[in-house]
């Protein structure tokens, strides 16, 4: 919540030996949320697909063919335009980018502030404590196989690569938005594939990591997509203490085929409207909030382009994305981002990647359906 409310945290009982035990507590009470993004799946009655024509004339500017758009024109599943960016004027109490904000005011400023009241959300935003956390709850995440000592730089020089050829991921601890992040499918003299450099050297990612001022990595496991040398699509659900806001679904991830789009609960598409940054205070045109249409400029959303359309999913994949994000959200009883994927290689269980407590920093998000009640466009 924006404002932190005032409730102790109960210890992790003895017989359950925890890394965490002295931050995490063993059950979260409930608490009521401001929840600007949950709304009633009853509200949403658009397909999962949207048609090219109905992306045209709504709030995304179809991409030119050439150097912009270089997915190959048969690919179903393709970026197709760029989402507007407009501002809203939602109240400081609804706005999920000022929730984002002044959460994050608050454990950077004050971190003991946040441990007081009984949360410890900031503790999991790190890569290492996400991973101790979802041991804990049983989550699946990709194997660790290295880490460098805190407080050192990086490190990396005393790891020593898998053989044959095995790929592996090398996530630097405390970024987020792929920054300092090198996949490697075939292990180092090969490809990177959020690069698309045919091929990087240990030294190259050491060159990379100490240039982005990087002091800790982690080594993880390569987990491919549908294809070996593919990245696997992403499920990102925004979770309110157990209940999903919306999910943003991402494409081809690491290729030109990359692409988003956000769902709800149900994924039914709630993108139409483009995507959306705070302004200043509350302004209303009658029952709805004030929405600047003139002030409009085409902006991917963290790199990259909509949709054109979404693929189904089955109900057993959905509710079993679903039931992972509830069980984290649930024990950490306050907005998280459950960043998931699922793999062929796993048997299709989902695979969280990381959570993410500031989701793009408080700048923009993109969901934003129609009340049904009022007709308003509802991006608070």
Known sequence: PSRIPSSGPSMVPSGSPSSLKAFIPSTVPTRVSPSPLQQSPTLFSGPATLSLTNLTVLQCKPLASGSTNTCPAAEEIRPFCRPNRRTDHCSFETSFLRLINSRKLIYNSSPSTVRKAGYWYDLIDDKLGAKLFAEEENIATPSLLYCSSHGTTTGLSQFNAPSSNQGFVIKAVGFHSNKGIFVLPEGFDGPELLSGKNKMTKADVSAALVASNATRVV??????????????????????????????????????????????????????????????????????????????????????????????????????????????????????????????????????????????????????????????????
């Open 219 to 380: 080594v993880e496991e390569y987990i491919p997509g549908e294809t070996p040398g593919t990245l696997p699509d992403e499920y990102k659900f925004h979770m309110f203490n157990g209940k999903v806001g919306s999910i943003i679904f991402v494409s081809n991830p690491g290729t030109p085929c990359a692409c988003f789009a956000e769902l709800d609960g149900n994924w039914n598409r709630i993108d139409k409207q483009g995507c959306f940054q705070s302004g200043n205070g509350p302004v209303m045109d009658g029952q709805c909030v004030h929405i600047d249409k003139l002030r409009v400029a085409p902006t991917q959303m963290k790199g990259l382009d909509m949709c054109a359309t979404v693929p189904s999913i089955s109900s057993t994949l959905l509710a079993n994305l679903t039931a992972t994000a509830q069980a984290a959200s649930t024990r950490i009883g306050a907005y998280m981002r459950v960043d998931m994927f699922v793999s062929p290689n796993n048997g299709g269980v989902p695979v969280v990647g990381e959570f993410t407590a500031g989701h793009t920093n408080g700048l923009v998000h993109c969901s934003a359906p129609i009340d049904q009640g009022t007709g308003c466009v509802d991006s608070c």
